[in-house]
């Protein structure tokens, strides 16, 4: 992951108290999913656990779990908070943990965010459950309806990063070495279609947005059998896809409000066109 991109992730997620971060969990729309699977499949490892919020929430309902992330400090605090679970500040793809030694593993949002692709992490969640372990496995869904918007805004992007844009919005101009979004892109593969972030320090690579026929290949060569396969978080999706024009986030109740036309859009657009995360249940076989 690109490090001011953890740092942003870091700071978002220590902003908030463990305690609502858990109570948060209970909304999720795949929370029922994981007292499904997980409650026959235990330890649970979370893979990119951040603050740790779903391993509390998966030991308050009586299933062991632990979490690995990259960040030292996250791993500190919910280690302090939640003492029954273990969390190592380690690199998911490579976590030293030893074989074989998690029924269940979820890795929500997570390997998406490696530039060279999620191949190693994927990898390593094998290496990591033991035979008929499950996984959860949740990316940005790249479905054809949110490529075509992104391919009309393109051209429109690179101007968030102009002198005058970022004054008449309130923001401060950029760094004088701000990294340019051309140059944030070299390194990245085009087809899994890469997605940046602009922050002072100028652009950097944020996440790639997937497909089914990529997913399905990655988790094959991993060696995973799947199970489930579908989209989800429509909501989420429309707003991704369409902006403002379809709703706005609701921080406090972690939603999101549509506008007019987005419930229109909600009717009319399925899952499988504009849901935000493609999810997969996977086994090891």
């Not at 007019?260 to 849901?275: E, I």
Request: glycine fraction near 8%; charged fraction near 20%; aromatic fraction near 10%.
């Amino acid at each position: 992951m690109n490090q001011a991109v953890a740092v942003a992730f870091e700071r978002s997620f220590l902003s908030a108290s463990i305690a609502k971060q858990i109570r948060d969990c209970d909304s999720y729309e795949l929370a029922p999913l994981f007292l499904e699977l997980f409650s026959q499949c235990q330890p649970v490892l979370e893979a990119g656990c951040g603050s740790g919020r779903w391993c509390g929430w998966l030991q308050e309902h009586g299933i062991a779990a632990n979490g690995v992330d990259w960040s030292q400090a996250l791993c500190e605090r919910a280690a302090a908070e939640m003492p029954a679970c273990r969390f190592y500040a380690r690199d998911m793809s490579d976590s030293g943990l030893p074989e074989g030694s998690y029924g269940g593993l979820m890795a929500l949002g997570s390997i998406e965010h490696a530039l060279d692709g999620p191949q190693k992490a994927l990898a390593e969640f094998y290496r990591l459950l033991r035979p008929k372990g499950i996984a959860v496995i949740t990316v940005p869904y790249g479905s054809p309806v949110r490529l075509a918007c992104r391919a009309v805004a393109r051209p429109f992007e690179a101007a968030k990063a102009s002198p005058f844009l970022r004054r008449l919005i309130g923001k401060s101009p950029l760094a004088p070495d701000a990294q340019s979004l051309g140059a944030a892109r070299q390194g990245t593969i085009a087809a899994w279609h890469p997605r940046f972030s602009l922050s002072r320090e100028g652009w950097s690579f944020y996440e790639y947005e997937f497909n089914e026929r990529q997913l399905d290949r990655f988790l094959a060569a991993a060696g995973f059998t799947v199970q489930r396969r579908f989209a989800a978080f429509v909501e989420e999706g429309l707003l991704h896809t369409f902006g403002r024009l379809a709703g706005s986030w609701n921080a406090t109740d972690c939603r999101v409000e549509l506008t007019a036309l987005g419930r229109l859009l909600r009717r009319v657009l399925p899952a499988s066109r504009v849901g935000h995360m493609l999810c997969y249940v996977v086994e090891k076989p």
